[in-house]
Structure formats: structure tokens, C-alpha cells
């Protein structure tokens, strides 16, 4: 049963694949890539759980948390053009 459903993530992740190459905007390409990220995540659970390593759970938790900020910082990037404040703004000469 869970060997089926990690055939069935891999599919997810070929067909996500697919949709980030042919995105025609850059978020079509970001979403890609979280739904990427999010189901190598749920992979590494599925795997976690049929090796008997329980410990790999918390390695995808992490890498999921690494996802979601990753993600957030790519679209703040593309949408300001900068990723913070450069501390210079309302300094006087």
C-alpha cells in the first residue's frame, strides 16, 4: 500500500516537473517548485515509514519548513526586487 502511494508521489513529481517547464510566468514556476518541495517531503515520510526509520520524519518536517520560507522569499524577490530593507533609506548626508 504505502509502495503505491510513493509511485503515485513520484508521478506527482514528474508531473509537477513538467508544469514548471512549461510555465509561462515565474509563479507557475515557483508554485512548481513547492509542489515539489511539499511531496518530496511527503516521499520522505512514505520512505521513512517503509524502511522503519522514524527518524526521517523529522527531517522532512524541517525540509518542509525550509520549503515554505524558501518559497516566501522567491516570490518577495520576484515581486520588490530585493529581499529586505538595505538600511540606507531616510539617512541624511
Known sequence: ?????AIALLVTIALALARGALGPTVFDRVQAA????????LLLSVLGFLNGRP??????IVYGLL???GTIAVLKYFRRGN????GLEGKGP
Open 67 to 69: 520549503n515554505v520560507i
Open 83 to 86: 529581499l529586505g530593507d538595505t
Open 1 to 5: 500500500m504505502f509502495a503505491a502511494a
Open 34 to 41: 513547492n509542489t515539489v518541495g511539499t511531496v518530496a517531503m
Open 55 to 60: 527518524d526521517f520524519l523529522d527531517l522532512a
